[in-house]
């Protein structure tokens, strides 16, 4: 079994393993319509907010995860590119038909919608989930409708006002090991965002029992093989159902830095482990994000890219 030890040195920014070199995708009518699209509506990517790596390959798909409740967070994760206020713009009160108009312009059979964390709100933006899930579901009725959201600060009402409008997931990323948790999420708990999902899946029990839960890991930033076991088995105890796992990127240098590059066999493993744990389908590979290829992993279809 693979260890995934912390190194003395971080590696060279700028010198990537060849399993991370990745075609680009410019130049496609796809990408220009898309990123068009996004100006008109004056919406969020979490795709560019966030630098993600996968973007155009996703817009050249005619897809993109909307960032909503503002371009600004909240909480100052070391590993997230996202600008951070503590006085954050008020909400966008067209944002959900916004939204909606760009899921049916671009015919999307799966919207996956996350934000940004909005801990000066007081039920941290889920009535703006809330609309935007209806929203869409009255453009897009047939449409797989996936939510990306924060810890709402552990507020069970919060969570259940998500649930209760009906997505098909709900997702909320774990993104690391409990150690790392103050050096990586100092503003998070880690005991607290498992009990989100335990949360979303009790109440989905009785309010929405086809919904999914799903959460999502980084790695390369200093975590062992075990480590990330023991997660997988502690976001299974709370019965989450979908998994994702991916290499951290450090957005630059003022971020947290990358301890390890992980090498493809070990994503094979972790994913391997992950199933023999009962998770419902698996992502785990170098590229994978929360978001990327969202709909096959919906569908059972595990990946490693």
């Keep these: ?55 155009g390959e ?6 993109a995860t909307f960032m ?26 067209d944002e959900p038909e916004a939204v909606a108009d760009a899921c049916a312009r671009l015919a999307l059979r799966h919207v ?4 940004v964390t909005r801990d000066d709100l007081t039920d941290g933006g889920a009535d703006q989930f ?12 047939h449409a797989v409708i996936e939510v990306l959201t924060p810890d709402f600060r552990g507020n069970v009402e919060a969570i259940a006002t998500v649930i209760d409008a009906g997505p ?17 999420r100092p503003q998070a708990n880690y005991g607290q965002s498992l009990q989100v999902l335990r949360d979303a899946k ?5 309010k929405n029992p ?29 019965d989450c159902d979908l998994l994702t796992i991916g290499q951290y990127l450090a957005p630059s240098p003022r971020h947290h830095p990358v301890v390890r590059y992980v090498e493809p066999a070990e994503f094979e493993e972790m994913q391997a482990q992950a199933r023999a744990l009962g998770f419902r389908a698996v992502a785990a590979g170098p590229f994978v994000r929360s978001s990327y290829q969202a709909g096959s992993l919906f569908e059972g279809r595990d990946s490693s890219e």
């Design 210 to 238: 086809s919904v999914h839960t799903k959460s999502g890991l980084m790695v390369g930033l200093g975590e062992t093989f075990d480590e990330i076991i023991e997660t997988l088995k502690d976001l299974r105890s709370v």
């Design 130 to 141: 809330v609309r935007v899930i209806r929203a869409v579901r009255a453009r897009r009725p």
């Design 202 to 206: 009790d109440r989905g029990r009785s």
């Design 68 to 93: 909503i409740l503002g371009e600004t967070c909240t909480r100052s994760c070391a590993f997230c590119a996202v600008d951070k206020t503590c006085a954050p713009e008020p909400l966008r009160p």
């Design 1 to 55: 079994m693979p260890v995934m030890s912390d190194l003395k040195t971080p590696p060279s920014r700028g010198r990537l393993p060849n399993w991370l070199r990745k075609r680009l995708h410019v130049g496609s009518e796809n990408i220009a319509a898309v990123r068009e699209l996004i100006d008109e509506l004056g919406l969020a990517t979490v795709c560019s907010s966030a630098q993600c790596p996968n973007m």
């Design 168 to 184: 098909d997931v709900f997702n909320h990323n774990m993104e690391t090991i409990e150690r790392l948790y103050d050096s990586v």
């Design 112 to 115: 996956v919608i996350t934000s």
């Design 58 to 63: 996703c817009f050249d798909r005619r897809t």
